[in-house]
């Protein structure tokens, strides 16, 4: 019975050594603690995704707007008188807002969308614009003017009638009360003087 007793009590402890450091692993599914870099890193990343005072800011912009486009080919030539509609949405939890423009030109049917917002890494505002009428994307970066309530963006594009050329552009959003902002588009080529081509004048849809 010794013999027995002796045999039973060391296979307990087989089977209980195992389990007992099981007991004590960490749990798998935990993710790995942080050094102290890292948890820096991800609190900066986290602080830089929220949405701050510029983003509110940005509401103004949000809602149903008609359009009253100028737009001048040469300064020599009267401009060309147009019309449009634009819906404006905040997404994302304030972060950007999302614009789609309807409209004309030339007869055509014109759509595009802009993306609005502020980068909390950069401190930049920013804006980019692609359509149905190019295969290109216009980004650009400003600052807000509290004073005069007016973004100023400047960006480039390169010209297709122009091969190799870009022209630098600046690009005003001014914002006049609740139910008014004005888009002004300035154009710069090659060595010439800054032209205004582009005015839209948004009302807000009633």
């Known amino acids: 019975m010794n013999t027995f007793r002796q045999f039973a009590i060391a296979l307990a402890f087989a089977f209980a050594a195992p389990l007992a450091a099981q ?7 935990e993710p790995p603690k942080m050094s102290a870099e890292e948890q820096r890193i991800m609190d900066a990343w986290m602080t830089a995704g929220k949405p701050a005072a510029e983003h509110e800011q940005l509401a ?9 486009t100028t737009m001048w080919m040469s300064p020599d030539a009267p401009p060309q008188q147009g019309k449009g509609t634009e819906v404006s949405e905040a997404v994302y939890g304030g972060r950007y807002v999302r614009s789609t423009f309807n409209g004309e030109w030339n007869g055509e049917k014109f759509e595009g969308t802009a993306l609005t917002g502020y980068d909390n890494a950069r401190k930049k505002h920013f804006v980019a614009w692609y359509d149905s009428m190019s295969t290109a994307l216009y980004t650009a970066y400003g600052d807000f003017d509290a ?11 390169a010209d297709p009638a122009f091969p190799g050329q870009i022209t630098k552009v ?16 300035y154009e710069t080529r090659g060595t010439a003087a ?4 582009m005015e839209i004048v948004y009302t807000r849809a009633k």
């Open 170 to 185: 600046r690009q005003l959003v001014r914002i006049a009360s609740n139910d008014e902002h004005t888009m002004s588009w």
């Open 23 to 29: 007991e004590t692993k960490p749990d798998a599914a």
């Open 147 to 157: 004073a005069t309530k007016t973004y100023t963006f400047h960006g480039e594009m």
């Open 60 to 68: 103004a912009l949000v809602g149903s707007w008609n359009a009253a």
């Open 194 to 197: 800054e032209a205004k081509t």
